[in-house]
Structure formats: C-alpha cells, structure tokens
C-alpha cells in the first residue's frame, strides 16, 4: 500500500470551479480584513504618525532641536491619513491574510504535510514583526543620527554657546522634513527588513519539501552575495551605510538558513532510517 493511501488527504479532489469559488472566498475574505484594517487604522492615524515619529524625535532631541515636519502641500495631510491607513491595514490583517492562504492551500496537503507547514505559517509574522521592531528601534536611529550630522549653522549644533558664536558666520543646513517623505522612508526600512526577516522561514521551507539543501545554498554563497547586495541596494535609499546594514542582516540570515536547513536534513535523514528507508551505504 502507498504511503498517501495511508495518510488520507481530508478533502476529495474538487473540480476547478470549485477551487476558483474556493479562491474567490478567501480573496473576498483577505481584502475584507484589510479594508476594516485599514478603517481602524485611519481613525487612529494620528498616534500611529506620533509613533513612528519617535525615532526622528529622539535624534533631534539628542541635537537639541525641535521635531516638527512639515506639510508641502495642501492635501498633503490628508494623502499622509491615507498612507498611514494603508501600512497600518497592511500590517494588521497579514494575520488574517496567511491565514486564509492557509485554508485554501490546506485541502490539498496530507496530515503530515499540514503538520510540517503548520510552524512556518505561525513563524512567517512573528519573523517578520522581527524585522519590523530590528529596523524600527536599531536601524532608524543609527540612520536619522547619521543624516542630521550633515547640518551645521546655530540652529543644528548641539547646545554650545561657544560653539554656536563660531558657527554664526556659516550658511545654515537646517533639518525641515517633509510629512510625505519621511514617511515613506520609514515604512521603506520597516517593509524592508520585515520582508528580509522571511528569508529563513522561505528558505527552511524549501529545504523542508526538499527543494533545496544546506549543501546547494552553501555552495552557492557568492551568488547570494551578489543577489543580496542588489535587493539592498533597491530596498533601501541611496546611502551606503543603510545598503551596508541591510546588506549584513540579510547575509546572516541567509547562513541561519543553512544551518536550519542542515538540521531539517539530518532530522528528516534520522526518520528514514528508524523507518529502513534509508541505507547509509547506499
């Protein structure tokens, strides 16, 4: 008798139409979550602007500056609302979202298989929460601390009488962001090191379902130094430090990712041979 004739699948083969009407629900579902998501998250937009100010505010602090940042343009507070709700939406129903990838990935596995995959869905936010809270509390004030070092005059140095009489004579570069752009800055870094954080839940899952093995992503390290440095370089802005940084995360994750997979490996080659399937000689 097969081994899948064993581990019964729980639900009988559909006929296509049935998978698309299946689709149709949990898309109707997902984008349902996150348009109620995103209505929360608009109500509340300004202590989630407040929120993710912070890190700015405290640089500016530290130089004993005022945080403030301005509106360009008329509408510009309002669009800000919008962006805020959408990062905001997105955040909270990927939850909801993996969830109903879930349920319509999951007729089609065996027990087993459901029992393998079941640890990378629930790994999957938690990893990339992760990431969220590296960037967020790590990154962005190493980043904001090295930007507003680039100002000079009276109004960007430090609190030094001395100092500031000396500098008087010098044309100011005084930090006055806008809303917009610094906002997009920052959910950037926090989607980038969010997305970045999935590489070894993507990567163990491969391995996982034996597509691929600590060996292959070992041996092909400098590919992967040089497909890494790319993403770095289009997932965060035009300065080296931050591509450096991210560029760093991202390799380390991926030589984590080889020592998952291994154990993956070496467990899944342990129950093979308690079950016979395996000859070490062969």
Known sequence: MAVHDVDELDDSSAPLIEHLKELRTRIIWSALAFVVAMILCYVVWNPIYNFLTQPICAALE???????????????????????????????????????????????????????????????????????????????????????????????????????????????????????????LTTRFILAFGLSFQLPVALALMGRAGLVSADTLASTRRYAVVIILVLAACLTPPDVGSQLVLFSVIYGLYEISIQIVRRIEKKRDAELRAEGLLDDEE
């Open 62 to 184: 530290d130089r004993g500056q005022e945080c403030g940042l301005i509106l360009l343009k008329l509408q510009e507070g309002f669009t800000v609302a919008i962006r805020i709700s959408f990062f905001g939406g997105f955040m909270l129903a990927f939850p909801v979202i993996g969830y109903q990838l879930w349920r319509f990935v999951a007729p089609g596995l065996y027990r087993s298989e459901k029992r393998a995959f079941l640890p990378f869905l629930v790994a999957s936010p938690l990893m990339f929460a992760l990431g969220a809270a590296f960037a967020y509390y790590v990154i962005l004030p190493m980043v904001f601390t090295f930007f507003l070092g680039f100002q000079q005059g009276p109004l960007a140095l430090p609190d030094d009488p001395d100092g500031a009489q000396g500098a008087s004579h010098l044309a100011g570069i005084v930090f006055q962001g806008s809303v917009s752009e610094y906002l997009n």
